[in-house]
């Protein structure tokens, strides 16, 4: 099993920053898929990045791509989400996952945290 634990939301202003973490606890990383989703109301859940934890591959949304960056920390055993030049496009609630497929959809990961609320004002 392992236990996610996200922390870092919060409210900023259009072109502002924000670092997103998920911190593991249970297991290490080191054999998962590690990604970050979010859920804006009224909408799906959507893929925002993915990294592999041995290797570091990363995946990035189109929408996202050149503005966020994911980033893991082996020591911390903790996964980052480093969002900048955000948009009010960008509110949503941020989920961080694990799964063992570097997939771009829900339910191909395993493991889910309870998300943390990111809110971009214009």
Known sequence: QVQLV????????????????????GRTFSRYVVGWFRQ??????EFVSSI??????TVYADSVKGRFTI?????RNTMYLQMNSLKPEDTAVYYCA???????TPVEYDYWGQGTQVTVSS
């Open 6 to 25: 996200e922390s870092g939301g919060g409210l900023v202003q259009a072109g502002g920053s924000l670092r997103l973490s998920c911190a593991a606890s």
């Open 98 to 104: 694990a799964g063992f497929v570097a997939g771009r």
């Open 52 to 57: 592999r934890w041995s290797g570091g591959i």
């Open 71 to 75: 980033s893991r920390d082996y020591a």
């Open 40 to 45: 804006a109301p009224g909408k799906e859940r």
